[in-house]
Every structure is written in structure tokens, then in C-alpha cells.
């Protein structure tokens, strides 16, 4: 497989925006390269656009060469320049299961991109045969969730594998809640396979949603193309600075994690003795999607007590369905007395 035969003909071809400190690396002592400010130190400074001291940090941790780390403005910075780089509009399209993020279709509609459906079994699991029949000349890229929103479990890995080995396209997987499950990540694979963009994010086990950062990890052909195309600057220096701070703290999220998924067990014991709940989902991330005897009617309900939880009624397969994020021990506690009372 040879990616650059992938990648849309105007990308291929364009020279990228080459800005002052692209064609500068290293120390000097008078900058008068990129019209800065000389006040106001160091934050007159454009950062570091490959943001290298943070990609060497994230490669220690998760075992990936950073020239194979893509960061971007949250996960959504990756998912919506997989598109512009690979999908030609009114031309290309995208597969994935339904339901899932919907930030895949949201980003394939904006760049007036094609995107096609495909029925899970009734586990919410994927059949790779399934996917690649629904793919043609003109499928690009394949989004998988695992492991998946709403529905919180993690897809069969051996499907997995044989979508990415058998399709000549991109998969990107989304890992954003690996660190809640019981599978290993597939970054541990990465350099197995030419063609996969694996999603991680600080959004979630990190605690850091405010921060904005994603992470995607990839061969370094791809992470190449996306490093064209995206802004010159986009991670700034306080999220560079902080994150570097928390990378050096990652033990902490170990812990934090630990706690959580107790307190989801927890969670999910207490949901499932519910009378409103007729079904508690087996979950592997940090929430629980839980189906109730009338999802709008028990959403509005908990609203009316100050606690929101997602409604997923109208998702895919999920009526009468809520999700729900597993808080602290009590916040839980809070929602389960909540539901306790519902009447009806
Ligand atoms: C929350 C979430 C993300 C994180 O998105 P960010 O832009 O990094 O905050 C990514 N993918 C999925 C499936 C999610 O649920």
C-alpha cells in the first residue's frame, strides 16, 4: 500500500505555508525572523509548530517515535484533517458503524463527504465482512470506535484486524477511551500495518477536556500529510507547557482511572437494580448506557434535580437509551437516589 496514492491530487501537490520557524531550528540570540513582539518573554514567541519536547515525552509513555505522533487541537483537529486530506468532496466517502461519535459524519458533512452507515450486531459489536461490503472504489477511510461511544463496548480486536488488513483504504480508530479498557491499545501494533491512524486524546483518563489536545498516532507518511495541511501553530505554548507538566505526572491518571472504573462497577450494580432501567450495557469506558422505560421522560426528570446525563432516544439501535459518565462516588450516589424515586 503506498499512501501517497491515497492522499487527494491538490494536496499532493501544494507547497504547505512554510512560516519563520520551520525554516530556523535551533538557538540564536537575536530573532528578528518572524515580526514577534521582543516584550513580553516568552509568550511573544510563536511555539514550536511540530511541538517535539511534548511528542518526545508522549513517545516514552505510549512506545510510538514521535516523527509517528500527530497532536491537534482535541481529536476533532485529526478526525476533520483525515477527511480534507483523503476524501475528494462530492466524490469520496467514509464507513462506519452506527451509532457511534458523531463527530465522524458531522466532520464528513462539513466537507461535503459521503458517509455510509453499518448496522452493528445486536452487541453493538462490528462483522469486518459487513464493513468492507459496504466500502467501494470510492471509500477512503473507515472510522471505528473502540472503545465505542454511546455504547461503551470495546469492538472484537480480531475484526478490527481483518478491516485493517483487508481494506486498502485508511482506518482510523478511535481509542479516546483506551485507557478504561480491559483491551490493550493498538498502538502496540502500529508499525505491524501501513494504513491505520489510531485516535487517542487528553480529554478523558487525563482529566484535561479544557486543554484541548488529541493525539494521533500513525505511520509516518500519514502523520506527514496531516503536518502539511494543518495550521502552522495550532497547539499554542501554555497547552504545550502544561501537558508537559502532566506527562510528568502520569502515574497520577493510573490512579484516577483505577478509582473510576470502581466506582463504575459500583454504578452499574446500582443502575441494574433500578425499576426505571431495563437494561444495564457491559461498558469499558468511563460511562454507562443504560436502557429505561422512557428516556425523555427520565431525562427531563433528572434535568428538573439539576443532573444531565446524555439522551441517545434518538440514536441508532439506542431508543429509550440514556448515557451515562461515571462521576465521583458522589455524584453516583446523587443520580441512583434521583432515580430511586421516579414515578412510573
Ligand atoms: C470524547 C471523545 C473524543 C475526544 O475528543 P476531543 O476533541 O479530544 O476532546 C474523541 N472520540 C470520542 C469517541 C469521544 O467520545
Not at 502544561?242 to 450494580?269: F, G, I, M, P, S
Not at 457491559?282 to 434535580?305: E, G, H, M
Request: one cysteine or more.
Amino acid at each position: 500500500m503506498n499512501i501517497k496514492y491515497l492522499v487527494r491530487k491538490n494536496i499532493q501537490e501544494m507547497q504547505p505555508y512554510s512560516s519563520a520557524r520551520d525554516e530556523f531550528k535551533g538557538e540564536a540570540s537575536v530573532y528578528l525572523d518572524a515580526n514577534e513582539n521582543p516584550y513580553n518573554a516568552p509568550y511573544n514567541r510563536y511555539p514550536d509548530p511540530l511541538q517535539w519536547k511534548v511528542k518526545e515525552k508522549i513517545s516514552e509513555i505510549k512506545g510510538v517515535t514521535p516523527e509517528c505522533i500527530f497532536l491537534g487541537v482535541g481529536s476533532d483537529e485529526p478526525i476533520d484533517l483525515m477527511i480534507r486530506v483523503f476524501c475528494e468532496p462530492h466524490v469520496d466517502n467514509i464507513v462506519l458503524p452506527d451509532p457511534t461519535y458523531g463527530m465522524y459524519h458531522v466532520a464528513a458533512e462539513v466537507n461535503a463527504v459521503e458517509y455510509r452507515c453499518v448496522e452493528p450486531d445486536e452487541n453493538f459489536d462490528i462483522q469486518a465482512d459487513k464493513i468492507l461490503k459496504a466500502c467501494d472504489d470510492h471509500t477512503k477511510l473507515i472510522f471505528l470506535c473502540s472503545p465505542n461511544n454511546p455504547t461503551g463496548n470495546s469492538l472484537n480486536r480480531d475484526e478490527v484486524i481483518k478491516v485493517i488488513e483487508n481494506f486498502p483504504g485508511i482506518v482510523v480508530l478511535d481509542e479516546a477511551y483506551i485507557d478504561f479498557s480491559s483491551q490493550e491499545s493498538l498502538t502496540k501494533k502500529l508499525s505491524d500495518y501501513p494504513n491505520p491512524v489510531i485516535l487517542q486524546t487528553f480529554s478523558k483518563a487525563w482529566g484535561m477536556a479544557a486543554v484541548r489536545l488529541g493525539m494521533a498516532f500513525a505511520a509516518k507518511e500519514i502523520i506527514a500529510v496531516l503536518n502539511k495541511i494543518k495550521y502552522p501553530y495550532n497547539i499554542n505554548m501554555l497547552t504545550q507547557e502544561y501537558v508537559l507538566k502532566a506527562l510528568d505526572k502520569h502515574q497520577d491518571v493510573k490512579k484516577r482511572v483505577k478509582e473510576l472504573l470502581a466506582e463504575r462497577e459500583k454504578l452499574a450494580a446500582d443502575l441494574s437494580l433500578l425499576k426505571c432501567v431495563t437494561k444495564v450495557y457491559p461498558s469499558d469506558a468511563n460511562f454507562i448506557l443504560v436502557k429505561t422505560v422512557d428516556a425523555d421522560n427520565i431525562y427531563r426528570y433528572l434535568l428538573n434535580r439539576g443532573i444531565v446525563v446524555r439522551n441517545r432516544n434518538n440514536a441508532a439501535l439506542c431508543s429509550d437509551c440514556l448515557r451515562i459518565t461515571v462521576g465521583t462516588a458522589a455524584e453516583n450516589k446523587i443520580l441512583i437516589e434521583a432515580l430511586k424515586n421516579y414515578p412510573g
